[in-house]
């Protein structure tokens, strides 16, 4: 049957109310050296579960702290945490509104000076060079239970799920891409084993209910092989697949050139071809027209507005009501990174509505 925005659907027990997901985006400078949540992030993700989604996964959230991408970003890496974290929760909740959150481990991409990576591998980006430190197999199993601990955490914190972090070129992905990782041991010939076990230890720990599905990327480094990873990963019993960019230095983004939406959103509809789980497209739609025309053309479950719904916190609300959205004006480098005040996206859009 054809897949409409309005649908609601089931993950487990989590009814989702509509097609429309707010995907994770980190809010950096909104916390500090505790990772522990503000008032900024409960008022954020309250407009955006008052704004109509049908599904919000809040922002990468680490596991560890040697494992941040910066030192002001959200952590469920202690108890401590769990408190700020259940503000979230009940905020979104009392607005009708599922969360997840993504917990995440950055691996060589992280902040840390000697930071792990499952090989030697050596990361170029914008003329500097890193090596990441190999890991051991008690590296392996600390991070491991790290993520195990981190999902207990966010049950304790009232999550309907968690989303494991697993592509963007982070820790997970670094296991999966085959150029990133030569190991001659088990976690080399077993790409997807570092997440199975950890989805294993999940699932002993967490009500039957409780959902937990990854972010994977498609091109790892080739579409065939994220479907491959997809595959592995639905028969061990993952619950959903939120399909974006895997390794990005290593991939090879593929797509039929009549193909009207990004190479990612082609790879997520392939994937869903091949799968029966539900499955997640992301990556440059900005109106409604576009979240509808990627359900028409390719099948998948759910569409991730992730900068427009930055733009416009009630997105999923005017879609759906044939409203006026606003859209991300795609600057070169996104302002919510740095100064969320300064989104020319949302000014535009406060300005027109002045003006109305
Ligand atoms: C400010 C910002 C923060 C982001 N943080 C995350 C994150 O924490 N985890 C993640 O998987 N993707 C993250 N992303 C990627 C988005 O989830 C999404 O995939 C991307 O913005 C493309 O979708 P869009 O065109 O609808 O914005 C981030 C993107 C932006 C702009
Ligand atoms: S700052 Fe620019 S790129 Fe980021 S959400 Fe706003 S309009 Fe889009």
Known sequence: MKKVLQDHFFIRNT?????????????????????????????????????????????????????????????????????????????????????????????????????????????????????GVKMQQEDIARIQQAFIDAARRAYEAGYDGVELHGCHSYLMCQFLNSRVNHRDDRYGKNPELFITEIMDGIRNIVPEDFVMGIRLGAFEPTLADGIRHAKALEAHGIDFLDISYGFTGEAEPEKPADFPYKDVIYAAGEMKRQVSVPVFAVNGMRVAEDARGVLAQTDVDMVDIGRSTLVNPAWAADALAGRDTGKCLDCSVCRWRIDADQCAGRKLLQYKRQME
């Open 15 to 131: 009814r989702i109310r509509n097609r429309i997901c707010v995907p994770p985006m980190v809010c950096y400078h909104w916390t500090d050296d505790s990772g522990i949540v503000s008032d900024r992030h409960v008022e954020h993700y309250r407009a955006m579960a008052r704004g109509g989604a049908g599904l919000i996964i809040q922002e990468a959230t680490c596991i560890t702290q040697e494992g941040r991408l910066a030192d002001s970003q959200l952590g469920i890496w202690d108890d401590s945490q769990i408190a700020g974290l259940r503000r979230i929760t009940e905020a979104v909740h009392a607005e009708g509104c599922p969360i997840f959150v993504q917990i995440h481990h950055a691996g060589i991409v992280g902040i840390a000076e000697h930071a792990l990576c499952p090989d030697a591998y050596t990361l170029r980006q914008g003329g500097t060079e890193k090596t």
